[in-house]
């Protein structure tokens, strides 16, 4: 994921709470790690449940005002990382113990960031996955099908599909390629995926989904 730009939708943002509230109820929570923290609205909402969190945030401003929010709201057992999300998955995340809730609040396609999160990391126990999937908004504005960014094994050499309107497996069933996608990681990396659900905001141009994974 290379943009730092984040579109404004915290209309939904109750929405969002929502759905990591629910993803938490069946855990016991103690490490978050939240790879696109942002201001840290949905991070300083959930803050308080876990022994420690990480915030990963690439956009100097964005994580200026985040570690001042932090700071007036005494929460200081969370730590701001300034840097690539990619680099934090492939450098720090592998010796993170206890990380027990990812949170991915992306605007683009973040499956291919969750590919490296899980060749990088492997939850010790149940794990919850909170994710804002933006790959509808490319297919909204006619963007090319990359089914293969889909994919929880990669192919070699896989072309790009059709302009993505055209696909109306993608148009209708979004849902159904995102647990695909869970799917094919699952046995690749030998994890159970269970309590997958999924929450459309109004426009359903991302989708909001969340799941516990543990390992096999
Ligand atoms: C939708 S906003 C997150 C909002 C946040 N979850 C909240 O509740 O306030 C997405 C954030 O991801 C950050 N971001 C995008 N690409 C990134 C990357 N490669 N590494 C780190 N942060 C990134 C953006 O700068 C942006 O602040």
């Not at 978050?32 to 609205?41: E, F, I, N, S, V």
């Not at 126990?125 to 990669?154: C, S």
């Not at 159904?176 to 990681?185: C, N, Q």
Request: glycine share 8%.
């Amino acid at each position: 994921m290379s943009k730092s730009h984040c579109p404004r939708d915290h209309q939904s943002f109750e929405l969002k709470l929502l759905l990591r509230r629910r993803l938490l109820a069946g855990l016991r929570p103690e490490g978050l790690c939240d790879l696109c923290a942002g201001q840290g609205r949905l991070l300083r909402a959930l803050a308080a449940d876990f022994a420690f969190c990480h915030a990963v945030e690439k956009n100097a401003r964005q994580a200026a005002i985040l570690e001042a929010r932090l700071r007036e709201e005494g929460l200081d057992h969370v730590t701001v990382h300034r840097m690539d999300h990619e680099k934090f998955v492939r450098d720090l995340l592998p010796g993170l113990d206890a990380v027990n809730f990812l949170d991915v609040d992306a605007y683009q396609n973040p499956h291919p960031l969750l590919r490296l999160v899980f060749s990088n990391w492997r939850p010790a126990g149940p794990a919850a996955i909170a994710v804002t999937d933006g790959g509808r908004l490319g297919i909204v504005r006619g963007q090319r099908l990359r089914l293969d960014q889909y994919r929880g094994r990669l192919t070699p050499g896989a072309a790009p599909g059709p302009p993505a309107r055209a696909h109306p497996l993608l148009v209708a069933e979004h849902e159904l390629i995102v647990r695909a996608f869970w799917r094919e990681l699952a046995a690749k990396r030998r994890l159970v995926v269970r309590d997958f659900i999924a929450a459309w905001p109004p426009g359903r141009r991302v989708l909001y989904y969340g799941l516990i994974v543990e390992p096999d």
